[in-house]
């Protein structure tokens, strides 16, 4: 695998790929939708010493108490025939309630108050413009303030950085069409405008190229860009959490999952024994990998995908049977201490104590990981006796699936409301494990029907909307039906083959 290529050369690359990708469906991809780029202008701002942005891309800064931002386009509304969102992405991860008004820039019209509480790194948010105030937005642009939030909220931009974000990334007004290209969301997987942040989120996309690379030489070029970006020379460097420049570290269990996608695509990288030791590190005397020490270790569904499916498949591809057994492990005391009942809880404590039941996320990781780490797991009575587990579990989260294919967000809550991201990892690892023979054609027909149902939760650029925000606000924020766009759930959508179903 090649990864000498520099970022500009990858961009350019990734937006020839885009250009070339046939669309699909009755609507090609330039009849339906047009990016249409903002004109940026903002109080200069300089990052706090230590701080760092994502590949060092162009950025711009709200802050609380300033005049904000102002955007705008030097060209005629669109007709009337035609919507528009407006798109801004973060390019920090924010911990708190974040509002920010949006106003047209010259009459003060406000067009509507901004949600973006708790946004990921990376993460996309759009804002539907009303109809009748089309006209005046591009008669006077608009000007953007927070309202509700203490700390700076960095988005990407393109202000003459000599590095910039992909377009889905910056400011822009997505005007549309109504109609749909049904796989637009492969088009959206296969370029950049899929990355994210390092660990689970970025690891779920990569899984997915990883799967379309099976059949599409596009998602094998887009997967070798993007794996360059985090792995290249040998070593690993990324943005974290907190915006700091992170050079071959792995804080979590969640951030193996990236490994299981390099160990299939580069088995050499030096990279892959780090993550070896960092998980050797991480488990008991009975093999159990988890976060924490002693009393305080937290096990979470997430460590079946993020942890036993990357040990499984280091297992095959170095010949390190041990690690087979950690992977094992890991999944018997999930299966054991987090599955009751009628329910799966999400986390879970080795003295008993239960969170998050039937959390449709903490179910999709369950599955998924399940699926993933029995496929690679060589033959054995353990293998087996997961293979069981995984059914029961299976026909346990299938009797909660809606009339419409979806699940809600807590499948016993019906007041959480339906739920994208979740609906879509768990017909991931329904037709993942129905291709690999390790479930019926109920599992398939459950799949099939959780497909059609996201359907109309797809941008028309093929973004998945409907996505529960990342887990950083408790239960309140879990239950309250907020919803975001996420692209990591593209990952999930490549695994729903509906041609083999």
Request: hydrophobic share 40%; glycine share 8%; proline share 4%.
């Amino acid at each position: 695998m090649n990864f000498s290529i520099t970022r500009r050369e990858m961009l350019a690359a990734s937006a020839s790929l885009l250009a070339s990708t046939s669309a699909f469906g009755k609507l090609k991809r330039e009849e339906l939708y047009t990016n249409l780029m903002a004109t940026v202008t903002c109080a200069p701002s300089t990052l706090p010493e230590g701080k760092y942005i994502p590949f060092d891309w162009g950025y711009g800064e709200i802050s609380a108490g300033s005049e904000g931002l102002k955007l705008f386009w030097n060209q005629p509304a669109p007709s009337k025939n035609q919507f528009a969102s407006l798109r801004i992405t973060s390019a920090t991860d924010v911990r708190e309630i974040l509002v920010l008004e949006v106003k047209t820039a010259e009459t003060g019209k406000v067009i509507g108050e901004w949600d973006l509480r708790f946004a990921a790194l990376m993460q996309p948010f759009e804002l539907p413009i009303p109809a009748k105030d089309l006209e005046a937005v591009f008669a006077e642009g608009i000007t953007i303030k927070l309202v509700k939030g203490t700390k700076p909220f960095w988005f990407f931009t393109n202000n003459n950085s000599e590095e910039t974000a992909p377009t889905a990334y910056l400011p822009h007004l997505l005007v549309y069409e109504k109609g749909m290209v049904k796989e637009a969301w492969q088009d959206r997987l296969m370029s950049l405008e899929s990355l994210q942040t390092f660990g689970w989120q970025q690891g779920i996309v990569w899984d997915g190229l990883l799967e379309m690379s099976k059949k599409s030489t596009k998602a094998k070029t887009v997967l070798e860009q993007q794996l360059a970006l985090y792995f290249a020379n040998n070593s690993l460097l990324y943005c974290n959490l907190n915006n700091v420049k992170t050079l071959e570290e792995i804080h979590t269990v969640e951030s193996i999952l990236p490994f299981a996608i390099l160990a299939q695509t580069n088995p050499g990288h030096a990279l892959l024994k780090t993550a070896i030791k960092f998980c050797e590190a991480h488990a008991n005397s009975e093999g159990v990998i988890a976060d924490g020490t002693g009393d305080n270790r937290m096990l979470k569904t997430e460590e079946c995908y993020t942890v036993s499916y990357p040990l499984a498949v280091l297992a095959k591809t170095l010949n390190r049977p041990e690690l087979a057994q950690l992977a094992i492990r890991t999944l018997q005391a999930r299966v054991s201490i987090l599955e009751k009942g009628k329910s799966i809880y999400q986390r879970g404590t080795e003295q008993g104590e239960l969170y998050f039941e039937n959390w449709g996320r903490g179910a999709a990781w369950y599955l998924l990981g399940l699926a993933k780490t029995l496929v690679h797991l060589p033959e054995s009575t353990e293998k087996e006796s997961l293979k069981r587990s995984f059914e029961q579990a299976v026909s346990k989260v299938i009797s909660y699936q809606l009339p419409g294919g979806l699940w809600c967000n807590f499948f016993n809550l019906a007041e959480t409301g339906v739920e994208t991201s979740g609906t879509a990892g768990i017909a991931a690892a329904l037709s993942y494990g129905y291709r690999n023979k390790l479930l019926g054609k109920n599992a398939a027909e459950a799949a099939k029907n959780a497909s059609m149902g996201l359907l109309p939760y797809m941008t028309p650029d093929g973004y998945l909307t409907g996505t529960a925000q990342v887990n950083k606000g408790g239960d309140d924020l879990q239950k309250n039906g907020f919803r975001v766009i996420s692209p990591y759930t593209l990952g999930f959508l490549a695994h729903l083959d509906l041609k083999n179903l």
